[in-house]
């Protein structure tokens, strides 16, 4: 069973209380409308899913209901850290050169 931990609430709780939300840190573009096809497919569809450490959005919907970012390690499943929608992206040590 996964721990997560809402930085929201303040606890660490199974992850049926959580949902996943995606790949975190993906900004909207500012007109829409001036993209071409090709651009907003990737905008719209285009993720990175690389081997290591990923940041991610999840929503405590069980609980407080907010949305949250988290990095985790897409081979181990950890959860190294969690913070709050909007803040910027923690920065990690590197250990063994996996860190994207």
């Known amino acids: ?7 929201y609430c303040e606890e660490t709780l199974p992850e049926v209380e959580f949902v996943h939300a ?17 651009e907003w497919e990737a905008y719209l569809f285009i993720r990175t899913n690389e081997k290591g450490i990923h940041a991610e959005r999840w929503r405590h919907v069980h609980g407080c209901g907010r949305f949250f970012n988290a990095l985790r ?7 190294l850290t969690t913070y709050k ?4 992206r923690p920065e990690l040590p590197v250990e063994g050169g996996d860190q994207k």
Do not use: N, Y
């Open 1 to 7: 069973m996964l721990l997560i931990h809402c930085p």
């Open 85 to 88: 929608a909007g803040e910027p």
């Open 22 to 38: 995606g790949q975190a840190h993906i900004a909207r573009p500012d007109l829409p409308s001036s993209q071409t096809d090709e």
């Open 73 to 79: 390690h897409t081979v181990t499943d950890q959860f």
